[in-house]
């Protein structure tokens, strides 16, 4: 039989005994219930006292649960208890062995004695109890002596563990001026001891700082309101410190706390107020109109929705010439112009401005009224303004056949200014490029200077511009629409060249063409033709006109029997007038052939050489004639071919030619083009150059404008003068006053030895003030030879010129 024990269990063995029988029972009976297989010779060691049909195995184990403080801070392993086996003789024959839960790293036995002891601390927060199984083998042979079973080792609790707030700290918030007890917030506190055991879990809170404002509740922890009309404008944060105690508060329990932060909200219980009772402002009177005037601010002590203010108008004598609106994030009220303003008829104005909160809280309308008034003063400034018209537009209708000079429209403007200055009137030239109107400086006559076209032109859209003469930079305008009026003055005529045929077996009045005619005049009855047979031709005897008074003819044969032989066309003069005032008129002419037709009136041949025709050539004949053109053309691609490789020889010496050669590019920048150089023998004598024959020129362009020398002889070239050269230039130039501005080279003369102008070059000038030094010049090399001597440092006496 199995025993277990604490030596240091105050319980006698007695009692220790019964103790172990009934929590072995109750091991047992929980066992049968649950219908978990019973241990071998567990059930047999509780019946043992009943009689058995067949032989029973005495129960060596009573199974009990071991139980040990927490949180042991000794320095031994703490000893939990003791098991022994009824077969165990004391002479250590018998091996006890731990298993399960912790064993071997919590729990340690002594295999010899079966006591167990604790090596680790224990913390029943972390863990409340153990399984353990326990076996006693045999140490020789290892065999078990008695069946593995299970025992559980509880840890006891004690009160190690403060009270916390998992979700501190907390924030909170309230509305200001909240009767007392007022819920604001519930804070609750955790316990890791055991609450079945004693009072160590048993928590009461407390407020160390928030009063008198606030309090809590003992046991539920809700903090609500303790004083009454806490303003929000007087204080609107607070730090409450909540204690949780356990031990149900006792003296020596443990305790801890958190802070739980209230704020205050707002409620609109502040009304508004102007700190200004007048406001002086000004305004230019050219404001536009929704320009800006001045700002008024009523201010209120509440926050968000409950500061929102709504400014209006309420009196004064500038309502109708001044809006007020409300700016929603800065809550001020913003004076705009809401018509235009003149400093000539009024100098000043006076508003009665309101502010009020459109959020109200009818528990604290007692604390109103929630609106204030202010006075604004607003001055209108004077402001040089430009000359104004009146009217604001102008519409002219004026025919055009209107003489020019006359007089269309008084145009009138006149300065809004007190001063009145004179005023000037003048015509954008960029709405009337044409210019075909003039208006009188002084009077402001319009006036037409070109002769209309209401063909051209039917509309003219022109501004008129007046300007103060005493601040030309004040200028006003108006625009002026001109419709010109139609005029008789464009005869009918055929829209196209109409052109018939008649055919040789024709009968007498037969159709052989409609025609039609256009106007470009649009009168306003409509336009309505008239067609009749020139005067010349009003004897025809070929052909008549029927009008169908639609605007439209008929052209009619009055014979029958007309002959290509004798006569293939006719010339038919129309005469056709219109119903405008005066009545004008025009003579189109029909073009009719005569043609040969079959039987069906379709046309065969309207040639009449096809009746004189010779003999078709034959093919020889065309053959030879194409084959002496191809021989002709090829003879004059061969001479132009050799024309073009001629050399033609240099009217200059053997000597060596240091001239560049001059080239004209056709773009600025210059070009891939420019591969032929002007002749440069021109240069060295014009003279033989000119009686050599023409000088060679660029064969791939000529120049837009011609040189002078078709102006000047070349023996004059030394008189003439630049200034007759520009002169000749801008009068060539002002003949063709569309040419675009192209940029060209031109040779203007000949200068140098051997040229009849002589040298133009200032290297010969009697005087020089210059002191700049071209001793620079004799390290050019041998092209600036000459320069170097006539610049350059000179050893010996100035010489005299």
Known sequence: MWTSGRMSNAKSWLGLGMSLYFWGLMDLTTTVLSGTPTPPGKLEAFLSDKPQSHSRTKRSWVWNQFFVLEEYTGTDPLYVGKLHSDMDRGDGSIKYILSGEGAGVVFTIDDTTGDIHAIQRLDREERAQYTLRAQALDRRTGRPMEPESEFIIKIQDINDNEPKFLDGPYVATVPEMSPVGTSVIQVTATDADDPTYGNSARVMYSILQGQPYFSVDSKTGVIRTALMNMDREAKEYYEVIIQAKDMGGQLGGLAGTTTVNITLSDVNDNPPRFPQKHYQMSVLESAPVSSTVGRVFAKDLDEGINAEMKYTIVDGDGADAFDINTDPHFQVGIITVKKPLSFETKKSYTLK??????????????????????????????????????????????????????????????????????????????????????????????????????????????????????????????????????????????????????????????????????????????????????????????????????????????????????????????????????????????????????????????????????????????????????????????????????????????????????????????????????????????????????????????????????????????????????????????????????????????????????????????????????????????????????YGASEGPAPLW
């Open 353 to 790: 401005v309101e502010g009020a909160n459109p959020h109200l809280e009818m528990r604290f309308l007692n604390l109103g009224p929630f609106q204030d008034t202010t006075t604004v003063h607003i001055s209108v400034e004077d402001v040089d303004e430009p000359p104004v018209f009146e009217p604001g537009s102008y519409f002219v209708e004026v025919p055009e056949d209107v003489a020019i000079g006359t007089t269309i429209q008084i145009i009138s403007a006149k300065d809004p200014d007190v001063t009145n200055n004179s005023i000037r009137y003048s015509i954008d030239r960029s709405s009337d490029p044409g210019r075909f109107f003039y208006v009188d400086i002084t009077t402001g006559a319009l006036m037409t200077a070109r002769p209309l076209d209401r063909e051209e032109f039917s509309w003219h859209n022109i501004t008129v511009l007046a300007m103060e003469m005493n601040n030309p930079s004040q200028v006003g305008s108006v625009p002026v629409t001109i419709k010109v009026l139609d005029v008789n003055d464009n005869a009918p005529k055929f829209p196209r060249f109409y052109e018939a045929f008649v055919c040789e077996n024709a009968k007498a009045g037969q159709l052989i063409q409609t025609v039609s005619a256009v106007d470009q005049d649009d009168p306003r009855n409509g336009q309505h033709f008239y067609y009749s047979l020139a005067p010349e031709a009003a004897n025809n005897p070929n052909f008549t006109v029927r009008d169908n008074q639609d605007n439209t003819a008929r052209i009619l044969t009055r014979r029958s029997g007309f002959r290509q032989q004798e006569q293939s066309v006719f010339y038919l003069p129309v005469l056709i007038s219109d119903n405008g005032q005066p009545v004008l008129s025009s003579t189109g002419t029909l073009t009719i052939q005569v043609c040969s037709c079959d039987d069906n009136s379709h046309v065969l041949s309207c040639s009449p050489e096809a009746y004189m025709l010779p003999v078709r050539l034959s093919r020889g004949a065309l053959i030879a004639i194409l084959a002496c053109i191809f021989v002709l053309l090829v003879l004059v691609l061969l001479i132009l071919s050799m024309r073009r490789h001629r050399k033609q020889p240099y009217i200059i010496d053997d000597e060596e030619n240091i001239h560049e050669n001059i080239v004209r590019y056709d773009d600025e920048g210059g070009g891939e083009e420019d591969t032929e150089a002007f002749d440069i023998a021109a240069m060295w004598n014009p003279r033989e150059a000119q009686a050599g024959g023409a000088s060679k020129t660029r064969q791939d362009m000529l120049p837009e404008i011609e040189s002078l020398s078709r102006y000047v002889p070349q023996t004059c070239a030394v008189n003439s003068t630049v200034h007759s050269y520009v002169l000749a230039k801008l009068y060539e130039a002002d003949m063709d006053l569309w040419a675009a501005p192209f940029d060209s080279l031109q040779t203007y003369m000949f200068e140098g030895d051997g040229s009849v102008a002589g040298s133009l070059s200032s290297l010969q000038s009697a005087t020089s003030d210059s002191e700049q030094s071209f001793d620079f010049l004799t390290d050019w090399g041998p092209r600036f030879r000459k320069l170097a001597e006539l």
